[in-house]
């Protein structure tokens, strides 16, 4: 494997990581704050339907990134309201999403483009461009960092560059400011955070609508960044991975790119080698496809060791009278 194989093997890894990335952030915003969270599948599909219909009807991605995070921001009004309102079962909720968003944009999409459950092929302005960083093409030639530079870093839409500065900024947000330490006590006892007089109701709710916007990020790269429109289950159980990132991240943010970035190297590489030939022994493109998933639970089952979720996690909250 040559250096540019290995280059475009990573590159790969980045731009397939990225709506991990998005998710697994969502998630864990969510669960620190005690919300258990199993319909970021349902979020990302719902905001990958929408910002690439209203894209492709308007011609301007913004307009459909604005629409998949509201999209996702409602789905996640919705779990709030069945689970931190209603006190009802979060997992169930969360599945009862993932079912709703799979046959809602289905059917929406078969009604308004009438192509078999797709969008319109986008392009143009109705998609996420890549940038060029500063001094890329100049540098391209210098060894070993040149490429680096202008081919790994350089060439990204600008949701991939957002989804890593959400690293450092999810990490501030929540051990740098008070909203992040009430956030992460409500996650663990939230009986003690109301005796201080602080809303648990009204914290869980924030939680859940950052959920929201981050996974309505996610899916509208998918649509509108990663691929040029919209297909039936195009997640593609990503947000499941995403779950297994975060419980591999141990619910740290920082932990969660490198968990994010592995997934997504497995993918890559799954993409990359299908059909792979060891020594007269074909392995199969079906194989080479369920691997990062296979992968996945290896992974879970063997080298995350003991990982300890918020203690309040899956419980709704009743306030003592």
């Not at 290995?6 to 990225?18: N, V």
């Not at 947000?173 to 602080?198: C, K, Q, S």
Request: aromatic share 10%; glycine share 12%; proline share 4%.
């Amino acid at each position: 494997m040559d250096f540019a194989t290995i280059l475009q093997i990573l590159d790969s890894t980045i731009r397939l990581a990225t709506p991990l990335l998005f998710a697994c952030l969502a998630g864990l915003f969510s669960e620190r704050a005690g919300i258990v969270d199993i319909g970021l599948e349902g979020k990302m599909l719902a905001a990958a339907f929408l910002s690439a219909a209203i894209a492709a009807l308007t011609g301007s991605v913004w307009l459909g990134l604005v629409a998949g995070i509201g999209a996702a921001m409602l789905l996640s009004a919705l779990h709030g309201l069945a689970s931190i309102t209603f006190r009802g079962n979060q997992l169930i909720s969360g599945v009862a999403i993932n079912f709703l968003a799979a046959g809602l944009t289905v059917l929406i999409a078969q009604h308004w483009f009438a192509q078999g459950g797709r969008t319109p092929s986008l392009s143009g302005a109705a998609r996420f461009q890549p940038i060029r960083l500063p001094f890329a093409d100049a540098l391209r030639d210098v060894p070993v960092l040149g490429p680096l530079y202008s081919v790994l870093l350089s060439g990204h839409s600008i949701l991939v560059y957002v989804a890593l500065l959400s690293v450092p900024v999810t990490w501030w947000v929540l051990y740098r400011t008070r909203f992040g330490l009430r956030l992460r006590a409500v996650g663990e006892n939230p009986a003690a955070v109301d005796t201080a007089g602080i809303s648990v109701v009204g914290l869980r709710y924030g939680a859940v609508m950052i959920c929201g916007l981050l996974t309505g990020l996610a899916g509208a790269y998918l649509a509108t960044g990663l691929s040029a429109g919209f297909v039936k289950d195009m997640t593609a159980g990503r947000g499941f991975i995403a779950l297994a990132a975060l419980i591999f991240a141990k619910w740290r943010p920082v932990q969660a790119l490198w968990a994010t970035l592995l997934f997504g190297l497995l993918e890559a590489i799954a993409n990359r080698y299908q059909n792979l030939d060891l020594g007269g022994i074909v392995i199969p493109v079906q194989f080479m496809q369920a691997l990062p998933y296979i992968l996945t639970v290896i992974i879970l089952a063997g080298f995350v060791g003991k990982a300890i979720p918020p203690r309040a996690g899956g419980q709704a909250y009743v306030k003592e009278r």
